[in-house]
């Protein structure tokens, strides 16, 4: 195949149509419209719909865009780097992260990343649920204990747990006696938690009185003395250290993963590598304890 015809290809179907891609490129128009043409013949397919009007991707192209776009820029990049001397990060670093870590810990990490690697443009969504990386052209996603998938390769960054925790006056709970609880979209239907507390494994009936979307809701709803709540102890933990919240044990089996994920056929790009070691640098070790000192205030 030839590379530049496809890197011709990327430019018509990154700007929708032969004249627009020869503005931005300063490239003739029939130039390009040949060199796709050529591409097509070799192809033996047709990658544009050609209208009066209107110039679209036929399945085909959308397909062979998706998949090699992405290639091509990290292609041009890994050119820059080298005729510049070196791996500096730089480029476009797009990167999904769920809802939870993004309102707690993402703003805080970008500043700092964007602040060391001011080459970078650095590009966060959020969204709790799973990504097609290739196709919605992401470089990196944070995901929670996410299912296995060949296609991704990455590391696990933080670990957390989840806790159940009340406001000081409300009693823990006797038994078969339900307690005031809010709820999150993250608990499940079960009508009870499990909790290893100090003196061995209980069961917590509840009756919930909240249903909130997300868990720093929960958390601000628990802390307002409505009831009980399942929370990540990271979440928690500077209020369990000033008392303004009770720990009732650990919830049974709920350990939490944060990984950092990103396509396995995909080189590696500086630019992933220095954000992979950024997050390195703000938890070293990986634990609850250092995610809430670091979405502490102050």
Known sequence: MDLLALADFNLVARHGGFGRAA??????????????????ADLALRLFERGARVLKLTEEGRALFQRTGALLTELDEAAAAIAA?????????????????SQSAMGKL???????????RLEVTTED????????GYDLAIRVNPDPDESLVGRV????????????????????????????????????????APRGSVRIA???????????????AVRAGVGAARLPISLVAGDLAAGTLVHWGDV???????WALYPSRRLLSARVSAFL??????????????????????
Do not use: C
């Open 129 to 136: 649920h799973a990504v097609d990386m290739i196709e919605e």
């Open 206 to 220: 509840f009756d919930p009185v909240l249903r909130l979307s997300s868990l720093m809701m929960a958390r601000d």
């Open 85 to 101: 001397g070196g791996e500096t990060p730089r480029g476009r670093l797009r990167i999904s992260a769920p809802l939870l870590f």
């Open 252 to 258: 049974a089996g709920s350990e939490i993963a944060l």
């Open 23 to 40: 503005r931005a490129a300063g490239r003739p128009k029939a130039t390009l419209s040949r060199r796709v043409a050529e591409l097509e």
């Open 277 to 298: 070691d950024h997050l390195q640098a703000a938890f070293p070790n990986g634990t609850p304890d250092e995610l809430a000192a670091y979405i502490s205030p102050g």
């Open 157 to 196: 960054f933080l670990r957390d747990r989840l806790v159940v925790v009340a406001a000081p006056r409300f009693a823990r709970p006797k038994r078969d006696r339900a307690v005031p609880a809010v709820l999150s979209r993250a608990d499940d239907q079960s009508a009870a938690w499990d909790v290893a």
């Open 110 to 120: 970008a500043a700092a990343f964007a602040l060391k690697h001011p080459a970078v």
